[in-house]
């Protein structure tokens, strides 16, 4: 059997600096970036997820920015397939995959498996069409604690999923998921965090850098091009926000707070579920630039693959 090919792998929760460290390694070791960012993926989402830059993304090759239309749907299924077909392919170019992003749903379907499980239940889904999320997410907790933990109680799809699955198998989520399997590649996994209080600063920081950079132009596009509430990208933090400043419900001050608040309580469910992850090795990215950073992953990555 051929060796396993070795995959880089750069994650941490939003705001800790992935992006501009993976381009930094990338250019180092020859690397191509599989974007693992879970609203990168959509086109016409430029501002609002902080994406790579054009001309970042012409100097090292990226994947999977700008591959789903706008209104489109994306899954971790899908993501799955996606990165066993671009590996290979990066690979056979004789160039490093890298791996970068915080979509925790995503990566965890490459690095711990995920499980197709029972088809959609249509009938299901209409009886509980009329139920607030949060009963669902109580009554997800009582047939699934492990599951209700890991998802946010705003996350009507993947909490009616988990109950569908339930209900159509008997077995949790979580269970299926825990028999799940990796990909068969050579994760080499490493995590940037920074210390609360400077996380809590680069935040509000790309916040604001957001707002100055024209998201709530951006959304207004959006909208007038058929963006509505139905669709996935529609959940992205920084579109409901502005949606409300637009329809005057809140002033931009206010549009800011919110969007902040959303964006830490997101970074801390990152955090959380990467926390558990034994493989992972952490950098403190709090004061170091990039350069930095990238020199003792490179070095690291070399010790480890030879």
């Known amino acids: 059997m051929p060796p396993a090919i070795s995959v880089l792998v750069l994650v941490g929760a939003t705001a800790t600096g992935k992006t501009e460290v993976g381009i930094e390694v990338a250019r180092r070791l020859d690397g191509e970036i599989v974007s693992a960012d879970s609203r990168a993926f959509f086109r016409g989402l430029d501002v609002v997820t902080a994406k790579p830059t054009s001309a970042e993304r012409g100097r090292i090759p990226h994947h999977l920015i700008n591959s789903v239309p706008t209104d489109g749907a994306y899954d971790a299924m899908a993501f799955r397939r996606d990165v066993a077909r671009l590996v290979p392919e990066i690979a056979a170019r004789g160039r490093i995959p890298i791996l ?86 050579d994760f080499v996994t490493f995590g940037l965090r920074r210390e609360r209080d400077d996380h809590r600063e680069a935040i509000e920081a790309r916040v604001r850098r957001m707002i100055e950079d024209g998201l709530v132009d951006e959304v207004k596009r959006l909208r007038t091009g058929g963006l509505n509430e139905a669709a ?75």
Not at 135 to 159: M, Q, Y
Not at 241 to 256: H, N
């Open 232 to 306: 996935q990208a529609h959940r992205t933090i920084g579109i409901p926000e502005a949606v409300a400043y637009l329809a005057g419900d809140s002033t931009e001050a206010e549009m800011e707070e919110a969007i902040v608040h959303e964006t830490w309580s997101l970074a801390r469910r990152q955090s959380a579920w990467f926390r558990r992850d034994r493989e992972i090795a952490w950098l403190d990215a709090t004061g170091r630039s990039v350069d930095d950073l990238a020199t003792e992953i490179v070095v690291r990555w070399r010790e480890r693959i030879g």
């Open 100 to 185: 970068v992003g915080g979509g925790t749903l995503y990566l965890g379907s490459v690095l711990r498996g995920i499980f197709e499980g029972p088809a959609k239940d249509p009938k299901f889904r209409k009886s509980v069409a009329g139920e607030a999320t949060h009963a669902l997410h109580r009554r997800l907790h009582e047939v699934d604690p492990d599951a209700a933990d890991a998802i946010h109680p705003n996350d009507r799809l993947r909490v009616v999923r988990a109950l569908e699955v339930h209900s159509a198998s008997g077995w949790p989520i979580s269970r299926w998921q825990a028999e799940a399997r990796p990909l068969p590649y």
